[in-house]
């Protein structure tokens, strides 16, 4: 009985002492210098059901938009199916759906003649030829209706063949007025294009010498559908779109979202960054560790040679929204402190952490520049720049036998405009277009569509501010 | 062997002369670092305290471990220069010099054992300031490692030098440099 | 202490060599007067050791002048003061061709008388031509030296009455004489020349301090006798020394009973003899080589003149000889005294012999041009330079003629050592079953047995392996190697008082000690 008790005894310290030396080693291993974490000001916007408002769908009515319901030759008329569809798409988002109708003016109108959007009446008015208001599109004056309700979504359709002087001097800042209190209440804008049969004629086309021609010899041309309000609800009409009609894009098809915030989500926040994020599993450091400190702040821990390129990556599919501009630029803020003993009670007795006075550290670099599916690379270390020297390792830079705590934060700094390069090819300037009618083209091309989204990307990029993406600490002993 | 004896004697009061300096820097070397000219000298002169600055750090508690850096160094080339130069005293006597003229033509020797002597010092001192072995030697500057290759080198050639003369065979003098020139009778 | 040395005949010139040899290396007494006595005044032995004895005064002299080269005292390089008459050698029938009958004046003899000398000499004997000395004729010797009176004026006879004279003033006086017990002069003189200096002690009535000893050669070589012009010649005939032998010891048994002539006599012989390989009758071309027994003699003379050696009332006869084996080795050279080890002294002499004639010599011999390029060198900055720069000149006077001599005079005796010992140690055992070991000489030397004048060539030069050989020079002389040689000519230390080239002299003798 008392060799039991023993026995017991012996069996219940031994389990102590291995829990206690792992606390103790867990404590003992983490000595961090003091710092204050930047704050993430973005949230993760979840592309799931909110609170539902209203639902403005206004048509183009200018004569030009006859050809897209004219019968055709060809088997589909996409443009009439989608009319048909918005009005479900628009119930679903929305609590209630209004119609209105857009050329020079904009005047509501109800279901019944928002329905005959797809009839070619709709733009002659042949019951009141005099007073049809289908001789402009002034995307303006569509646009100004935003205003009605800021948490509206606004579905505008039309083929935005804007003339040049709706896009400058007083039409651009009318323009731009309503555009700037969308962006600001944190609205975006997508503009989905889709290439659709055409028969009937394309009116205001710009030719040499000032004045306007006609062409009524295309058969086929895009029609947008411009997207106001939040993201999820333009992520929701792209989609049903997209699943609906565009399985198999091609280059019938084609979406751009301008925001003025292309982050989609902070990588902290909801933990998504993983030891992958710097080392392969097949190759990582000596005696690695990484967990999350400071409730969100990821941590790598590990030992290393002078030999070693650190490389953050960042896949951007994770923090840009899809379709979005991207971003054109990244900012790299970040503290390396650096102490000559390595061992945590030590460093803790005699405060041996010292902050580096370094200004350039670290650099980033992405495979495809402004691309939205690709990665963001961190070369962590590698402009170092303390001496003139030029070393074949960045780490060859700092002092073996030492260790260093480096804190990284990521923010993107500048938004892209690769929007303005996915309308390209479907846009004509004024300059290009005589030239292009006596072409005799039979696909039509959408005057000032680049410089249209370009206003549009001009306006969203000034309400750009920097966001943090990312933020991570490394803390490594440097060995031979 | 009684000579043999007298020379690695005189060798080695050749050696005091000025190897004394070097036990005391080793000496203060292994004592660590203390806020005087000899720290001001490190600093100021040897040591990359652009980059220390740029890093946060203080050169006063980087020092203790250049400090044992240097003073392992020292005993390296101290205890090279004593070997060399007590092995050249003793093997000058049984160097074959049996005839008139033939002490000059082991002079070519002495050259050669004097440049492998010299080529060991640049070794050990490139070993300590240029390899990993030592973290310290991270903290030379480029300036700095030419100050300790430059002074180390002539300096503990030096004290080899003159342990040497004093110490070689007397009819071997001719055979390194200057000996000859000691009086017939000296040592 | 005085000394005087007498060398009586081919054999007794032979064995004064070896003395003056053994002198230079430091085994003689303090002072030696040295002279010969020859008939054969031509004969090649007597020249040849009339010239050892005058280069060996003539190197002393100029390393012994004071303030100049001088060895000093305390050196036993060329230690012994040897002196010597003008002609060393005393010739006792001067003038013409004397025969034996002018000699005794046979015309004016008695009838008597004269038939007596009938009785005693035939009468090629009484006609025989002395002037080549007395043929292996004791009798015709002995009638000879007794015709002739022991004249004060003699050069000769002089020192002798001078010896006797230091002995009545109280000073220790020894006479030494050399001579074989066969032949003609020596088995003459030995006994003759002994008795004629106690009959002139007697008349100068000196009654003690004066000693004599001598060192009786009995047979030690042989010759074969060619039969041209031989016919009708009368010369010394090796198959004869035996019973001369036999006849000489039987008269000096009687001789030593009835008369104390010698206080010491040393005896030695060789057995089997050497065999020379040429034969002259007499003349300059009578020259034998030197040989191993008459080594012996030599160092018996030299125990004879050491102050150890304590010469009692009772005459003394002592007898040598080597080991029973064929081989001659270094244990069979004895000890001058307790002081003098035979055999370090004369491998001392042998070795600074080869150092100085191939090593430093060349060094040396030149003007000072040709020197200076080793005046770097520690040897000579401590042992040349110093001791021969000339504080008025400011320059270093070695290359002048005065140095010059020595140096080169210096060589030429040392050549003359390297020819002695390699001629003794080849001759004593040609064509015998004898085996001499002492020295290593095949290296350096060429021998030539036929060839009287030159039977040993010593070479000029020696290259790296022949100077490499200098370990084995000496026989049972261990690992002494040419380096150690110039080790301790840098640091052995300097005798005071010693000048000029007396210096580097005597440092390379003592540095030639293992």
Known sequence: MKIKNINNLFINFLIFSILFSFTYLQSKELCIPDFELDTPTVNVTPLIDADKNPVYVLFDGSLSMKGFVNPSNQDTNLYVEVIDDLQQIAETIGNETHYLRFGRFVKSITESEAARATDPSFYTCPHNPANCDNQETRLDEAIKTTQLNKDATYIIVTDLFIENKNLIGGKLHQLKKPLNKVLDDGKSIGIVGIMNSFNGTIYGIPISGGGVATYSRANKRPFYIMIIGDQKNIHKVKTKLEKQYFTNKGDEYKFSLITSNPIIQNLNINKKINGNNLFKSNNQPSEFKFEYIKSKLPLYQFNTNQKRHLTFTIKKPEILVPGSSGISNYEIKEILWNSSEVKCKKINSDKTWKKAKLDTISTWSEKIPGGLYDEVTIGLLKELNVDSKKKKYPLQKLWRGFRYFHLVNIYADKPGNISEDTFKDWSITKAQAQKFIEEDPVAFKTLNLVKLVKVLNDVANERFKPTLIASIALDFKLTK | MLRIFKSLTYSIIGLMSLGWLSIIFITSMFVGPKDNWLLDFFANNLIIDEVIEKYGQDFSSLAEGLYILMGTMNIFLLVTAIIFSLAWSGLSHLLNIDSPGKAKIYSIHWLIYTGITLAIFVAIIFYFTKSTQYNAAQFFSGGGIRIILFSQTIYYFLIYYIAVIVGTARFARSSVLFANKLPGNFL | ?514
Not at chain 3, 48 to 56: F, G, M, N, Q
Not at chain 3, 314 to 329: D, H, S, V
Not at chain 3, 415 to 444: G, R
């Open chain 3, 1 to 514: 202490m005085k000394n005087f040395i007498i060398g009586i005949g081919g054999t007794g010139a032979k064995c004064l060599e070896h003395l003056l040899y053994c002198c230079s290396s430091g085994l003689g007494p303090e002072q030696l007067w040295a002279g010969m006595v020859d008939q054969d005044e031509a004969n090649g032995n007597i020249s040849r050791t009339k010239i050892l004895l005058s280069k060996y005064i003539n190197i002393r002299s100029s390393l012994r002048e004071e303030g100049k080269s001088d060895l000093t005292s305390d050196s036993d390089l060329f230690r012994t003061l040897v002196t010597s008459n003008s002609d060393s050698v005393w010739q006792p029938l001067r003038g013409g061709d004397p025969t034996l009958e002018e000699v005794i004046k046979y015309e004016l003899l008695k009838p008597e008388v004269k038939g007596l000398v009938d009785c005693l000499y035939g009468p090629e004997e009484k006609k025989l031509n002395l002037s080549k000395g007395f043929r292996a004729r004791p009798n015709i010797g002995a009638a000879a030296m007794l015709a002739t009176t022991s004249n004060v004026d003699d050069p000769f006879w002089s020192q002798i009455y001078k010896a006797i004279d230091l002995a009545r003033g109280g000073e220790e006086v020894k006479i030494f004489i050399f001579s074989s017990i066969f032949g003609g002069t020596g088995a003459a003189g030995f006994p003759n020349i002994a008795r004629k200096i106690r009959a002139i002690q007697r008349e100068r009535q000196v009654t003690s301090n004066l000693y004599i000893g001598g060192a009786l050669m009995l047979p030690y070589f042989i010759y074969d006798i060619p039969d041209e012009n031989m016919e009708g010649e009368l010369f010394a005939k090796p198959a004869e020394f035996l019973d001369q032998t036999k006849g000489a010891l039987h008269y000096y048994s009687k001789l030593f009973e009835y008369d104390k002539i010698f206080d010491q006599v040393y005896v030695t012989g060789w057995d089997p003899l050497s065999e020379l390989s040429t034969f002259q009758p007499g003349g300059n071309l009578q020259n034998n080589p030197p040989l191993f027994s008459e080594l012996y003699a030599a160092l018996g003379a030299l125990r004879f003149f050491s102050k150890d050696n304590a010469i009692g009332e009772n005459q003394e006869i002592f007898q040598i000889g080597k080991n029973e084996t064929n081989e001659i080795l270094w244990s069979d050279i004895p000890n001058v005294s307790n002081n003098l080890n035979s055999k370090e002294n004369l491998a001392k002499l042998i070795r600074f012999a080869f150092s100085y004639y191939w090593m430093y010599a060349p060094a040396l011999l030149g003007n000072w041009s040709k020197i200076k390029k080793y005046s770097n060198e520690n040897w000579f900055k401590r042992l040349i330079y110093k001791y021969t720069y000339n504080d008025d000149n400011k320059q270093c006077e070695i290359g002048h003629e005065y140095n010059q001599e020595i140096v080169s005079s210096m060589n030429e005796f040392c050549l003359d050592i390297l020819e002695w010992i390699t001629d003794m140690h080849y001759s004593t055992v040609h064509n015998t079953d004898q085996k001499m070991n002492l020295i290593l000489c095949d290296f350096f030397s060429e021998y030539k047995a036929k060839n009287a004048q030159n039977r040993v060539t010593i070479k000029e030069k020696l290259n790296a392996a022949e100077k490499k050989q200098f370990n084995g020079l000496i026989t049972d002389g261990g690992n002494f190697k040419l380096l150690n040689v110039m080790s301790n000519l840098c640091y052995k230390k300097i005798k005071k008082d010693q000048k000029g080239l007396g210096v580097f002299m005597d440092i390379l003798f003592r540095s030639c000690e293992q």
